[in-house]
C-alpha cells in the first residue's frame, strides 16, 4: 500500500513536472529557450541523413506513433484488467486518452507551424506543439514502467529505465531527423508526457490506498 510519502512525493513531482512543461511549451511557442536550437538541430539531423538510417528511422517512428502508442496500452491494461489488476488495467488506458487529449488540446490552441514542407520525409497533418510522438512515448512507456517497478529487482529497474529512456530518446529525435518537429516540439512534448504521467501516477496511488487489491500473481 502507498505511503504517505510516496504520495506527498508523487504530488511534488507532479507539480514541479507541470511548471517545467508549461515553461517548456511557453518557450517553444515564444522562440526562447531551447527554440534557440531549433534550427542547428534540425541542419544537423539532415547533415546527417542517408538512405539506409532514414529507412530504419521511418520504421521506428511509425512503431513510436501515436497509434501504435495507443494500442499497446489498450492491449495491456486488457490483459492487466483480465489477470485481475482491474485498477492498473483500467488506470493505463485513461491514462493513454487523457495524453492524448491533453497534447491534442495544446496543439489546436498553439497553433506552430511545422518545420517547412522541403525537409520533410515523412507526412505530418497536424499542428507541431508539442511532439504527439514524444508526449505519448514518455506517458506509456513511462507507465509500463510504472506498472512494472513493484515487480522488478534492481538490476531489472535499471534495464527498465535504459530501455525505456532509449526508446522515448530515439522516438523524439526521430521526429527531428525526419523533418517534421522542431527541437523545441520534442523537448516539450517529453516534458508534457512526463507531467501528465506524475499526475496520474498520483491518482493511481492516491486510489490504492484507499481501495488495495488483493494479491494475484505477478
Not at 508523487?10 to 511548471?19: E, I, Y
Request: proline share 6%.
Amino acid at each position: 500500500m502507498p505511503t504517505r510519502r510516496a504520495l506527498t512525493l508523487t504530488a511534488t513531482c507532479s507539480v514541479l513536472l507541470l511548471a517545467l512543461a508549461a515553461g517548456l511549451i511557453w518557450a517553444a511557442f515564444t522562440g526562447v529557450g531551447p527554440a534557440d536550437e531549433d534550427r542547428s538541430a534540425l541542419a544537423g539531423a539532415m547533415d546527417s541523413r542517408s538512405v539506409g538510417v532514414t529507412a530504419i528511422l521511418v520504421v521506428f517512428t511509425n512503431l513510436g506513433s501515436t497509434a501504435v502508442m495507443a494500442l499497446l496500452a489498450v492491449v495491456t491494461g486488457g490483459v492487466l484488467f483480465a489477470r485481475g489488476r482491474r485498477a492498473d488495467g483500467v488506470w493505463l488506458i485513461a491514462m493513454m486518452a487523457g495524453a492524448s487529449v491533453v497534447f491534442t488540446l495544446v496543439k489546436r490552441i498553439l497553433d506552430r507551424p511545422r518545420p517547412p514542407l522541403p525537409v520533410r520525409l515523412v507526412e505530418a497533418g497536424n499542428e507541431s506543439l508539442p511532439s504527439g510522438h514524444a508526449t505519448m512515448s514518455m506517458a506509456v512507456v513511462g507507465a509500463l514502467v510504472v506498472l512494472a517497478w513493484p515487480h522488478l529487482t534492481g538490476p531489472l529497474r535499471l534495464g527498465a529505465l535504459l530501455v525505456a529512456a532509449g526508446w522515448i530518446g530515439g522516438i523524439g529525435y526521430t521526429r527531428i531527423y525526419l523533418g517534421v518537429h522542431w527541437f523545441s516540439d520534442v523537448v516539450a512534448g517529453w516534458a508534457t508526457g512526463a507531467a501528465w504521467l506524475a499526475v496520474c501516477t498520483g491518482a493511481l496511488l492516491w486510489w490504492r490506498a484507499r481501495h488495495p487489491e488483493p494479491a494475484v500473481p505477478a
